[in-house]
């Protein structure tokens, strides 16, 4: 069927059969998405200027509320076949939560506090996302837009694990922790079975089979005694002839490995969006966005813009925002509101009380991270430590060592990650009482150099940042909620998006994925 015979003949069933039927008959023509189509992320198609060419119709104009993943990819997507797209952002930059902080940047938060960013040339802290994993069609993005990615380091066996409060004095080598761990689980397990613990669970050849792996994996000896390995690591390296190294002594029993609870940190490995490989951008976490920005055109994306009021129509949307200061207003066909949903509940609009009870349903979370740039790499150096994360139960949290810049000569760690009621407790005080609250943590896991070759640091908390205001959402119930029914669909010519809608919240991949969902719709819209 050649190009013009199937406009016709789609014309025809339009004229015959309604807006549906074409649209059903595009779909079975491979032209459109069809409904089972559009509820599968990964069959997502990207609206092109062909479906109008076919349709008779033309592309709308659309208002895009809110600069961070969501509202870019809306634009950048419906962009592909013609739109006219307008997205406002209210802060100075696109990306939202999507921040990276370098030499420079500055910001004030709810408390008063203002920071500028002393970092130097090549240092950077993502201050939001910072990995991405191998699934995530953030990766695809990535792809489509050329931003280079690299290897981050979510799990490395050297990094350490300490926790206070269980009483240990001095930081574990995750190797060792993992090792003494599963020693000490696959032998209570072996001699369960060895001693017929098992044998109304198992047959013969099952139990036999179960004493294989478990003397593997545990490294037990014949007697089903697990009394520690090479796997835990060497206090002296092995080398040249003569010198094969002296293994880690000290195993502890397995009621102190037990009570130290390091355990409790490994099924963080066995998360499905936590497992490696993981990636990030090179040169930083924004690079994404900024790209995005790059192919929708800077010019259409207009910063400083604060919305403070929507106005559904029975033909459009007017949106109100600030600009420097003055009031304006932007007319639009449909609009699509990216905004975070506590922001977004706090504008005035006329679009219901179930869908502002939906956006109030949506609770914000708090979360922090602090960069600490350092004169020297120390951690490599002195502790052997490239990449990877160590685990404390101090308020301090997570402590990240950089997964790029590796032997330079300056480096920055995020001298904490917390989340929750740890992340408010810094969230009040001062940048110096952060840093100085920080580092002290640190000086009990990694030793003096923590503090004395600290240059300068920068700490970012989301609940406290403007236009923001929480670092992701707590969505009760999940996304497909009858509560949040309001948000899945378009009210009036209002459409909404954002990680907060969907099963990946706080993740990138949530505000593609949402983004695409919102855009197939209008798109299919706009055809019928």
Known sequence: MTQFNRRAFLRAVGATGGAGAMLATMGALGLTPTAAAASRDAAFRAPRKGDF?????????????????????????????????????????PGGRNFTVRGGDSTTDLYGNHQTARFSDGQYMNAGPARIAQWMITLDYCRELGVPIEVFTNVNADTYLYNESAGMTAPMRYRAAKADVFGYVTELLAKASDQGALDQALTAADRERLMEFLKDYGDLGNTLDYTGSSRRGYSVWPAAAGAPGVVNGDVPSASDIFASGVGRYFSFEFEFDQAMLMFQPVGGMDRIPHALAGAIGTHKVRTGCAVTRITDQAHGVSVTYTQGGRTRVLDADYCVAAMPPNILAKV??????????????????????????YRSRWWETDHRIYGGITETDLDVTHIWHPSYGFHGE???????????SRADSYAPLTPQEREARAVAAGVKIYGEKYRSELATSFSHHW????????????TPGGPDHARYKPLNEPTGRVYFAGDWLSYMDAWQHGAFSSARKAVTALHQRVLA
């Open 348 to 373: 005035p609009h006329n679009l219901g009380s179930d869908v502002q009870s939906a956006l109030q349903a949506i609770t914000p979370s708090s979360a922090a991270k602090i960069g600490l740039e």
């Open 53 to 93: 060419t076919l349709t008779g119709r033309a592309a709308a104009k659309v208002v895009v509320l809110g600069g961070g993943i969501a509202g870019l990819t809306t634009a950048y997507e419906l962009g592909k076949a013609g739109y006219d797209c307008t997205i406002l952002e209210a802060r100075d930059r």
């Open 463 to 474: 609940r406290q940042f403007p236009y923001q205001e929480a670092a992701w959402h707590s």
């Open 410 to 420: 300056r480096g920055l760690l995020i001298g904490y990650y917390n989340t929750g």
